[in-house]
């Protein structure tokens, strides 16, 4: 369980996870989308996390992305092996000022739904469907939706999550009012990181003039692992 203070503690700490991340003001969205790593670890020290978190009286709303990872290909370069997003993490408020973070739901948006989102208009909604066991044996067991709608009067949305866990049979929701100004960083931030999360950063600053080796498209959806507990 997590109480929200104004200053952290610097001198017992080994290293930032994202746990910190949240908390830390100190940090800088630049930081996360142009740190080298292609897989951001959360337990690993020296790495950079940075996210935007919007903390509501029933719950809270922390926004982060995950830079893709390349593999090597015959011909010496390299392509994406695995598909970068944007994640979002909610978790419920259990007091004032108070929120469980032991009880976060994930949702990891893919480049397309990244776009929905960020082009809304005042009076619009998106709503995203998702399986993290899809296309496996455990397909079906917990299914996803997330639903942008908006306030009214064009003054922000509500971000809501809905998990249905047909294992345990539960059934989670959390909704976030988000304000106009709070959207407007949001679309800023996201416009900001897409490109980053489709690996496009990496390829025009390494740009060389030799041609790409011919590859089948790839599906854009984020790596199910990623709406997993590590």
């Not at 929200?4 to 017992?12: E, G, K, M, V, Y």
């Not at 909610?90 to 990891?108: E, S």
């Not at 989670?172 to 489709?198: C, Y």
């Not at 690996?199 to 790839?218: C, E, F, I, M, Y």
């Given at each position: 369980?997590?109480?929200?203070?104004?200053?952290?503690?610097?001198?017992?700490?080994?290293?930032?996870?994202?746990?910190?991340?949240?908390?830390?003001?100190?940090l800088?969205?630049?930081?996360a989308v142009?740190?080298s790593?292609?897989?951001?670890?959360?337990?690993?020290?020296?790495?950079?996390?940075?996210?935007?978190?919007?903390?509501?009286g029933k719950?809270a709303?922390?926004?982060?992305?995950?830079?893709?990872?390349f593999?090597?290909?015959?011909s010496?370069?390299?392509?994406v092996?695995?598909?970068?997003?944007?994640?979002?993490?909610?978790?419920?408020?259990?007091?004032?000022?108070?929120?469980?973070?032991?009880?976060?739901q994930?949702?990891?948006?893919?480049?397309?739904?990244?776009?929905?989102?960020?082009?809304?208009?005042?009076?619009?909604?998106?709503e995203?469907f998702h399986?993290?066991?899809?296309?496996?044996s455990?397909e079906?067991?917990?299914?996803?939706?997330?639903?942008?709608?908006?306030?009214?009067?064009?003054s922000?949305y509500?971000v809501?999550?809905?998990?249905?866990?047909?294992?345990?049979?539960?059934t989670?929701?959390?909704?976030?009012?988000?304000?106009?100004?709070?959207?407007?960083?949001?679309?800023?931030a996201?416009?900001?990181?897409?490109?980053?999360?489709?690996?496009?950063?990496q390829v025009l600053?390494?740009h060389?003039?030799?041609a790409?080796?011919?590859?089948k498209?790839r599906?854009?959806?984020?790596h199910p692992?990623?709406?997993?507990?590590?």
């Amino acid at each position: 369980m997590l109480r929200l203070s104004r200053f952290l503690p610097s001198a017992s700490r080994r290293g930032l996870d994202l746990k910190d991340a949240l908390w830390s003001g100190s940090l800088t969205f630049q930081q996360a989308v142009s740190t080298s790593a292609a897989n951001l670890d959360e337990n690993s020290s020296g790495k950079k996390f940075a996210s935007y978190t919007v903390f509501k009286g029933k719950a809270a709303l922390s926004v982060h992305p995950i830079l893709p990872s390349f593999s090597k290909v015959e011909s010496g370069g390299s392509r994406v092996n695995r598909n970068g997003s944007v994640m979002l993490t909610f978790f419920p408020a259990v007091g004032q000022r108070k929120y469980d973070y032991t009880k976060k739901q994930l949702f990891a948006l893919s480049p397309t739904e990244v776009g929905s989102l960020i082009s809304l208009g005042p009076a619009e909604s998106c709503e995203f469907f998702h399986d993290p066991s899809m296309k496996s044996s455990h397909e079906g067991q917990v299914k996803k939706s997330l639903s942008i709608t908006p306030l009214g009067s064009d003054s922000g949305y509500f971000v809501n999550i809905t998990v249905l866990n047909n294992v345990e049979k539960t059934t989670d929701r959390l909704s976030v009012p988000i304000t106009k100004g709070e959207f407007a960083v949001m679309r800023t931030a996201l416009s900001f990181a897409l490109p980053h999360i489709m690996g496009w950063d990496q390829v025009l600053t390494n740009h060389h003039t030799t041609a790409p080796p011919v590859s089948k498209p790839r599906v854009e959806r984020p790596h199910p692992d990623s709406e997993w507990e590590k």
